[in-house]
C-alpha cells in the first residue's frame, strides 16, 4: 500500500505557482520522497527527489519539513503543459528492492 | 537516463486470445518492472525481471496468466494471456537506471501499451 495521503484534485491559474501537498507520516530514516508525474497517456515522468533537505532542478522544487512527515512540491510558474497527475511516494534509494508504489495522487489541472 | 519503447502502442483483442508486449531501452539495466493502470486508475506493480532469472509476481498476479521474459539486458516481454474484458489496461515497462553510490536509483517508464479486450 502507498504511505502518502494526497488531495485527490487541485487547480492553478496558468503562470502562477503550484503548490501540491503530500503527508508521509510514517516515513523512515532511510526513505527518499520521490514525486513522478502523469500526463494523459503518457508513461510516468520523474520529477524530483529528497531525503530531508529542500531541492531544486529546472522543472520544480521540494519542500521537506523538517520532521519529515510531509513535503510540498513546488511548480514556480505552471503552464498548461503542467496538468496531470502528480505522485509522492515514499522508497529506499537501494537498488531493486522497492519499486515505485503509486497511490491515487493529485490530477493537476492548470487553468488558462 | 534511459528511453524505452514499447510495441505494439495499442491493440484491440478478443477475448480468449493472447497477446505479447515488447519493451526495448537503449541501455543495460538490470532491473524492469511492468505495470498495469486499469481506466481511471492508479499504477498496480505486476512483477519484477531480472535478467537470467525467474520474474517475481506481485500479489494477484500470477505467471499463467502474465509470463514474463527477459532474455537480454535491453530487452523483455509481457503476455496477457487468455484476455477477458477484464484485462482492458495499459500496459508499462519501467526500468531502473542509476549508479550506487552517486544518482540515486530512479525509475523509468515506457509509454505504455493501451489494450482493449472486446
Given at each position: 500500500?502507498?504511505?502518502?495521503?494526497?488531495?485527490?484534485?487541485?487547480?492553478?491559474?496558468?503562470?502562477?505557482?503550484?503548490?501540491?501537498?503530500?503527508?508521509?507520516?510514517?516515513?523512515?530514516?532511510?526513505?527518499?520522497?520521490?514525486?513522478?508525474?502523469?500526463?494523459?497517456?503518457?508513461?510516468?515522468?520523474?520529477?524530483?527527489?529528497?531525503?530531508?533537505?529542500?531541492?531544486?532542478?529546472?522543472?520544480?522544487?521540494?519542500?521537506?519539513?523538517?520532521?519529515?512527515?510531509?513535503?510540498?512540491?513546488?511548480?514556480?510558474?505552471?503552464?498548461?503543459?503542467?496538468?496531470?497527475?502528480?505522485?509522492?511516494?515514499?522508497?529506499?534509494?537501494?537498488?531493486?528492492?522497492?519499486?515505485?508504489?503509486?497511490?491515487?495522487?493529485?490530477?493537476?489541472?492548470?487553468?488558462? | 537516463?534511459?528511453?524505452?519503447?514499447?510495441?505494439?502502442?495499442?491493440?484491440?483483442?478478443?477475448?480468449?486470445?493472447s497477446?505479447t508486449?515488447?519493451?526495448?531501452?537503449?541501455?543495460?539495466?538490470?532491473?524492469?518492472?511492468?505495470?498495469?493502470?486499469?481506466?481511471?486508475?492508479?499504477?498496480?506493480?505486476?512483477?519484477?525481471?531480472?535478467?537470467?532469472?525467474?520474474a517475481?509476481?506481485?500479489?494477484?498476479?500470477v505467471i499463467d496468466k502474465f509470463p514474463i521474459s527477459?532474455?537480454?539486458?535491453?530487452?523483455?516481454t509481457l503476455t496477457v494471456s487468455?484476455?477477458?474484458?477484464?484485462?482492458?489496461?495499459?500496459?508499462?515497462?519501467?526500468?531502473?537506471?542509476?549508479?550506487?553510490?552517486?544518482?540515486?536509483?530512479?525509475?523509468?517508464?515506457?509509454?505504455?501499451?493501451?489494450?482493449?479486450?472486446?
Amino acid at each position: 500500500d502507498a504511505k502518502t495521503t494526497q488531495p485527490t484534485s487541485m487547480d492553478c491559474a496558468e503562470g502562477r505557482a503550484a503548490n501540491l501537498p503530500c503527508n508521509h507520516s510514517t516515513i523512515s530514516g532511510n526513505e527518499y520522497v520521490y514525486w513522478y508525474r502523469q500526463i494523459h497517456s503518457q508513461g510516468p515522468q520523474y520529477i524530483i527527489h529528497g531525503l530531508k533537505n529542500n531541492e531544486t532542478n529546472e522543472m520544480a522544487s521540494l519542500i521537506i519539513t523538517e520532521d519529515r512527515k510531509s513535503s510540498t512540491l513546488i511548480l514556480p510558474h505552471a503552464t498548461l503543459r503542467d496538468t496531470a497527475v502528480y505522485y509522492c511516494i515514499v522508497r529506499t534509494r537501494n537498488s531493486g528492492n522497492t519499486p515505485l508504489v503509486f497511490g491515487k495522487g493529485t490530477r493537476l489541472s492548470v487553468i488558462a | 537516463s534511459a528511453v524505452i519503447s514499447q510495441k505494439p502502442s495499442r491493440d484491440i483483442c478478443q477475448r480468449g486470445t493472447s497477446l505479447t508486449i515488447q519493451c526495448q531501452v537503449d541501455s543495460q539495466v538490470t532491473m524492469m518492472f511492468w505495470y498495469r493502470q486499469q481506466p481511471g486508475q492508479s499504477l498496480t506493480l505486476i512483477a519484477t525481471a531480472n535478467q537470467g532469472s525467474e520474474a517475481t509476481y506481485e500479489s494477484g498476479f500470477v505467471i499463467d496468466k502474465f509470463p514474463i521474459s527477459r532474455p537480454n539486458l535491453t530487452f523483455s516481454t509481457l503476455t496477457v494471456s487468455n484476455m477477458s474484458p477484464e484485462d482492458s489496461s495499459i500496459y508499462l515497462c519501467s526500468v531502473e537506471a542509476g549508479t550506487s553510490g552517486t544518482a540515486p536509483y530512479e525509475q523509468y517508464f515506457g509509454p505504455g501499451t493501451r489494450l482493449t479486450v472486446t
